[in-house]
C-alpha cells in the first residue's frame, strides 16, 4: 500500500495550492481518505476527510479547502484556496478502510496507511 502526496509548495497568502494522494495498493473507493498537517512545533493536526457518510473539515479551513476524489484515477485531492500563514505545515493524506467505521474523523489514529507528506509554505 502505497500513498503518494504531492502539489505543495511556496505561495503568498491568498493564493490557492491543489495537493493530490495517488493511491496505489489499494482502491480508494473503499477507503475514508484523510488529510492532516503538521505545522513546526506543533502536533498533527486533521484538516479534512471524506467517505460515502460526507466530508469533513477542520474549522480553520472551512469554506477554503475542499476535498475531493476520483474512484477512476484513484487519487484524491486537497483544493486549497485563500491560504493563509497558519496554513504552513506538512501535509499528509492517509487513509482508512471504510468497514472500521461508520464515517471518517479528523483524528490521526483511526489511520492505519499514510503517505510521505508534502510541503506547503505560506508567506504572508
Known amino acids: 500500500v502505497q500513498l503518494q502526496a504531492s502539489g505543495g509548495g511556496l505561495v503568498q497568502a491568498g493564493e490557492s495550492l491543489a495537493l493530490s494522494c495517488a493511491a496505489s495498493?489499494?482502491?480508494?473507493?473503499?477507503?475514508?481518505i484523510g488529510w492532516f498537517r503538521q505545522a513546526p512545533g506543533k502536533e498533527r493536526e486533521g484538516v479534512s476527510c471524506?467517505?460515502?457518510?460526507?466530508?469533513y473539515y477542520a474549522d480553520s479551513v472551512k469554506g477554503r479547502f475542499t476535498i475531493s476524489r476520483d474512484s477512476v484515477k484513484n487519487t484524491a485531492y486537497l483544493q486549497m484556496n485563500n491560504l493563509k500563514s497558519e496554513d504552513t505545515g506538512v501535509y499528509y493524506c492517509?487513509?482508512?478502510?471504510?468497514?472500521?467505521?461508520?464515517?471518517?474523523?479528523?483524528?490521526?489514529?483511526?489511520?492505519?496507511?499514510w503517505g510521505q507528506g508534502t510541503q506547503v509554505t505560506v508567506s504572508s
Open positions: 495498493g489499494l482502491f480508494i473507493e473503499y477507503y475514508y
Open positions: 492517509a487513509a482508512m478502510p471504510r468497514s472500521w467505521a461508520t464515517r471518517c474523523r479528523l483524528r490521526d489514529y483511526d489511520y492505519d496507511s
Open positions: 471524506s467517505g460515502d457518510s460526507g466530508t
